[in-house]
């Protein structure tokens, strides 16, 4: 019998954590899409936007870096050979210049871990 409470409790928390992880997934959207007000001088993320300065940002998850058309790239990104995963991503958003060294992208990057993961979150979000 105890072994059934157990495993009841168990299926409860899991059922508990499931249902509060979107809201933990867009409470770190939402941080992200404040944060992104920094990055809109020169990226958009909405699906079918612009290029600015820097390339559309929509569906940058799981693209291959250098990847968005009639974009111009500079030497370093279109040999840097990147998917972008969250973890790329993740080392990116903390300092591009080391993940790709000769990028022109002019950002010194963002040293906390928990912004980085709410942008990403943000990014993946938008341009759906």
Known sequence: ??????????SMVAAATAMLAPSVASADAARGKQLFMRCMA????????ANRVGPNLAGV??????AVKNFKYSAAMQKADLTWDEKTLDKWLAR????????????????????RKSLIEYMKAAGK
């Open 42 to 49: 020169c990226h958009t993320v909405n699906k079918g936007g």
């Open 61 to 66: 998850v799981g693209r291959k870096a250098g």
């Open 1 to 10: 019998m105890r072994k059934i409470v157990s495993l009841s409790t168990l």
């Open 96 to 115: 591009p210049a080391t993940v790709v060294p000769g990028t022109s992208m002019v950002f010194a990057g963002l040293p906390k871990p928990e912004d």
